[in-house]
Nanobody, 119 residues
Framework: QVQLVESGGGLVQPGGSLRLSCAAS????????MGWYRQAPGKQRELVAR???????RYADSVKGRFTISRDNAKNTVYLQMNDLKPEDTAVYYC?????????????WGQGTQVTVSS
């Protein structure tokens, strides 16, 4: 079994910054794609950003130029640097990882961390 533990959420004023972290632990052989998703009240979960094991990235149009995803493969950790935050970025942010284990690939989610952008 693999666990994803997120940290770094909180309350920030518009224009501010936050950095989210997500560390994977457990019986991990390797990790393919990792990503961040978010879900605002009354809305569906949506992709924010993803990064491959080789470092290729893709972003939602709404966060391009403001958010940066990165990962440390040695630590099995993915980060999301969020700058110039807007009220519409308010949501629960979830980490996702496609993990190679002994029995094959499995998809895991973190428990979520709340990000609130408000003055």
């Amino acid at each position: 079994q693999v666990q994803l533990v997120e940290s770094g959420g909180g309350l920030v004023q518009p224009g501010g910054s936050l950095r989210l972290s997500c560390a994977a632990s457990g019986r991990i052989f390797s990790i393919d794609g990792m990503g961040w998703y978010r879900q605002a009240p009354g809305k569906q979960r949506e992709l924010v950003a993803r990064i491959t094991s080789g470092g290729s990235t893709r972003y939602a149009d709404s966060v391009k130029g403001r958010f940066t995803i990165s990962r440390d493969n040695a630590k099995n950790t993915v980060y999301l640097q969020m700058n110039d935050l807007k009220p519409e970025d308010t949501a629960v942010y979830y980490c996702n990882a496609l993990v190679r284990e002994v029995d094959g690939k499995n998809d895991y989610w973190g428990q979520g961390t709340q990000v609130t952008v408000s003055s």
